[in-house]
């Protein structure tokens, strides 16, 4: 069987814990060289060795996503190694759980940088390589809470909802360029930014909320709905919105 992503670049964001390990791990199975990126050296490093560890190929740079010289500097250096680019996972986020009226505008300003900012510069940085290899696969990851919005996270939902958007906009001015570019919105998963939540079985099951499946998701979940809008088998999915959140949303 031919590997879903053969011979393919892919850049992943935050891809040093979570679900972008997850991703990472996964787009090397199925064959991709992957450029990992993440603040977290540590993190991102364990990825690379990991993937690396079982035969694949990978790379670590050290990226804020809100730092436009530095992803400008990743860019050229996956130019200068790859000479292309096929697809980006603009998957690094931080969440942060406080109701409006308690969130400062350090908060307000400091989650937009990271969640709304850091893919606005993954996208405008990424997509000319793209368009000079004759096209890729974006996919933006937003949440459950850039679709609905309970109390107690209002500028993470802001966040998300402007990732939600964003992406169709983008969809349509990269159609012509043969880059489809798609989000993904996770329910709850177990990852280090829900841990702290999930240690306490009340507290999960509040956090489930009307989740159909009663359980948190596990990384690879996210990774593999990921990889299939990454793959050839999406080929007609752009400014989509895939929902991966065991029913959460349903009713
Ligand atoms: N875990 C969930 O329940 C859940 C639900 C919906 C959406 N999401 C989204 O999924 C994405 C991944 O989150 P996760 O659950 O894997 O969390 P995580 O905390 O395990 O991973 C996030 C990664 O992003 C990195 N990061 C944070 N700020 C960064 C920056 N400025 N530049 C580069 N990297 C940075 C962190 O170092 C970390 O490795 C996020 O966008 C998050 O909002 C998560």
Redesign the pocket.
Known sequence: MIPRLKDKIALV??????????TCLRMAEEGASVVV????EA??HETVAQITASGGAAWFDR?????EAGWQGLIAAIRARHGRLDILV??????IMKPMLETSLDEWERIF???AR?VFLGCKTAAPVMIAAGGGAIIN?????GLIAPAGATA?EAT?GAVRLFTKGVAAELAAHNIRVNS???????????EAFLRDAAVTDRLLGPTLIRR??Q?RE?ANAILFLASDEASYMTGSELVVDGGYTSQ
Do not use: E, F
Request: charged letters at 10%.
């Open positions: 964001t935050g891809g040093g814990s979570g679900i972008g390990r997850a990126t993440d603040m977290n993190g991102g990226l804020d996503v809100a730092d603009n998957n690094a986020g931080i969440l940088a990271v969640n850091g990851i937003s949440s459950i809470y993470y998300k993904v919105h996770p329910g709850v998963v177990d990852t280090g930014m829900t948190p998701a990384a996210l």
